[in-house]
């Protein structure tokens, strides 16, 4: 029996470009498309736009590349609120209209739903309603738009406005509980493979750095830590523990790729959308992270 393949993607804003340019160079190197290659898609956060869009549209990677480049569906999605703008540093408002990316998703997902899809999804939220994570799978909410799901799982706080979906629940990223779900949909879709082996592609987006100052942190409060981005320091390691008990746990099986950004003097910010040398930076990076490890990826596809 042939193995099931799944495809894991991290959150990471516009970085999303670096684990889109590692699955084109995977897709030129099979010649077959991201959608052709994965049983299973799953994404959290911008990672869950990625997978909306390959599931749901049956694009490719390198698709997906250009309509960023070419239409500038990241820019368009990331038009910053006036208030903010006025206001400059000091946000008061979420820092991005969510009326620009709701539009645009319906307009590139239109009228899919859930129940449209031939092939597993998988994509964390976090439901405001119930406090609780929540993840869409292909069971769990069927008649759900796809272009509501991914205006949902990338409403990042401070970002992006909260979404109200179809059953007037309010939802934001499910990145805040879920990041990697890389394991979890390993341990969702062992509920219907479970005879055939599963094997994980995990892609991240870059780690992010976070070097203090020991001396100056001692008179740090709230406002201090949150400038020095704390919420993301532990977001990151959360993922690395929860990446090294998904290594521990499925061994061979599963192969993930991440690394530190400050490698490649990519600045750590997460919306770099509008910044077309930070674009190609990006690419540029997922290119190199495909040829440093090509071998290992042959030899988790083709043991």
């Not at 799901?149 to 629940?169: F, L, N």
């Not at 991440?258 to 990006?282: E, F, G, R, V, W």
Request: hydrophobic residues 40%; aromatic residues 10%.
């Amino acid at each position: 029996m042939l193995p099931k393949y799944i495809l894991s993607l991290d959150g990471g804003g516009s970085h999303l470009l670096i684990q889109l340019s590692v699955l084109a160079c995977l897709e030129e190197d099979t010649g077959t498309s991201a959608y052709d290659l994965f049983d299973m898609v799953a994404g959290s956060s911008s990672g869950g736009l990625i997978t909306c869009l390959i599931l749901g549209r049956a694009m490719s990677a390198t698709e997906i590349i250009q309509k960023i480049l070419q239409e500038k569906l990241l820019e368009k999605m990331m038009t910053e609120h006036w208030i903010n703008r006025l206001f400059n540093k000091l946000q008061i408002y979420p820092k991005y209209q969510g009326v620009f990316k709701r539009m645009l998703l319906q307009k590139e997902l239109e009228n899919l739903r859930l129940s449209s899809l031939n092939k597993r999804i998988f994509i964390p939220s976090f439901n405001l309603n119930r406090d609780q994570l929540e993840v869409f799978t292909n069971e769990s909410r069927p008649n759900f738009l796809l272009s509501e799901i991914a205006d949902a799982c990338t409403a990042a706080p401070s970002y992006y406005p909260p979404v109200q979906m179809e059953d007037g629940e309010w939802r934001i990223d499910g990145g805040i509980g879920m990041n990697n779900p890389g394991l979890s949909a390993y341990l969702h879709a062992k509920q219907y493979w479970n005879n055939s082996e599963i094997k994980v592609l995990s892609i991240g987006s870059g780690w992010r750095s976070f070097a203090v100052n020991g001396t100056k942190a001692c008179g740090y409060g709230g406002v201090q830590w949150s400038a020095k981005g704390i919420a993301s320091l532990i977001l990151r390691e959360k993922m690395m523990t929860n990446a090294s008990l998904t290594k521990e746990m499925l061994g061979n099986r599963v192969l993930y790729i991440n690394h530190y950004l400050h490698k490649y003097h990519m600045p750590d910010n997460m919306d770099s959308a509008n910044n077309k040398i930070l674009q190609q930076k990006a690419l540029d990076i997922g290119k190199q992270w495909y040829v440093d490890q090509r071998q290992q990826i042959q030899q988790w596809m083709h043991p």
